[in-house]
């Protein structure tokens, strides 16, 4: 696939009224100078003709960049079956004389570049969490950059843990200054569950697992936020190593490969509610509205079996929705693989 990405760019012309024949239709004038009654109209139609043909093709597809080696299937299919718009799928950026106005990215690191690389482009992005999301939005403005939250609500994290760990009563908090914003949802539906929070804010700089070795003789279990300064490829092994000792599980993280690296359970988007939702939120920029970021609200359960048996953790297939605490977004539907 090539990665240059359009054909067009719109460049400045000018355009002379063609002197049409003359005809029935369009009859002589006697002076030079002087137009026929239909000139000005066939002049007017050519140039629309002609700025359309000069449009690049962003005016009829929405470009979708994806990381390299993503599958883009299942995202197209539901972007084609929830809404009227074309997706087209690319693997790079594109030059800035060809950049759209709006694009589609999948994660924070495609959805970054082509803001940098765009300076005039709007994206909605998809697979990116909540933490990366608002830090993005506060390094390239919250007029150019919306989406969907690849996480479930921490409060519907919270209450995975409460119904898989169920002796579970003090609860370990571990976040950054990003998760401050949340923190009122969460304690109040650690409250309505019977838990008790541990909170422990890791300072900028600090590696995380200094931090959840300290609270670790503390608590029962662990709720990780999806927050890429805490939890990445550098900083999962020590974590869950520091757990494992205690034999304390972790619920949470950013995604579905770090259950399968060894957190116990996670509640996530599922990839045709990421669809449904961009595409709500991409025919709204379309239409003049520019929303906020949103999660899925359609999502499913990640369960670790073998850390679940070591761990005392009981697999989950099903979570009810809560009767009262913190408001959950419209149409939560849990699926299981």
């Excluded at 116990?264 to 239409?287: C, D, I, S, W, Y």
């Excluded at 679940?308 to 697999?315: M, Q």
């Amino acid at each position: 696939m090539s990665k240059r990405i359009g054909s067009h760019a719109l460049s400045p012309f000018r355009l002379s009224a063609p002197t049409p024949p003359s005809s029935p239709a369009y009859p002589a004038t006697g002076g030079a100078g002087e137009r026929g009654p239909g000139q000005p109209l066939v002049a007017a139609l050519l140039t629309l003709f002609l700025l359309l043909q000069a449009l690049p093709a962003w005016a009829e597809t929405i470009p979708l960049f994806c990381p390299k080696g993503f599958d883009a299937g299942p995202l197209l299919q539901t972007l084609k079956a929830a809404s009227s718009l074309e997706v087209v799928p690319r693997e790079s950026p594109p030059e800035t004389p060809a950049c759209p106005p709006l694009a589609l990215a999948v994660g924070g690191d495609a959805a970054e570049r082509l803001l940098a690389d765009c300076p005039a482009t709007r994206v909605v992005t998809t697979h990116t969490s909540r933490a990366e999301l608002a830090r993005l939005r506060q390094r390239h403005g919250a007029a150019r950059l919306t989406g969907v939250y690849l996480e479930a609500h921490p409060a519907t994290q919270l209450r995975l843990l409460k119904e898989a760990a169920a002796r579970a009563r003090r609860v370990g908090l571990l976040h950054s200054s990003w998760f401050r914003p949340q923190l009122g949802e969460v304690r109040a539906e650690a409250g309505r569950l019977g838990l008790t929070l541990v909170e422990a804010e890791v300072p900028e700089g600090v590696h995380p697992a200094r931090i959840l070795h300290d609270i670790l003789p503390e608590v029962d279990a662990v709720l990780m936020p999806a927050d890429p300064t805490l939890l990445g490829p550098t900083t999962i092994r020590p974590l869950l190593l520091g757990t494992a000792r205690h034999f304390v599980p972790m619920f949470g993280g950013r995604s579905e490969a770090y259950v399968e690296a060894g957190i116990a359970a996670g509640v996530f988007a599922t990839e045709g509610g990421m669809g449904r939702r961009a595409a709500e939120l991409l025919h709204n920029a379309q239409a003049g509205q520019w929303g906020d970021p949103a999660y899925a609200g359609e999502y499913r359960i990640t369960t670790n079996r073998s850390v679940a048996r070591i761990l005392d953790v009981r697999p989950i297939t099903t979570l009810a929705k809560p009767s009262g605490g913190v408001e959950r977004p419209p149409r939560e539907v849990l699926e299981v693989p």
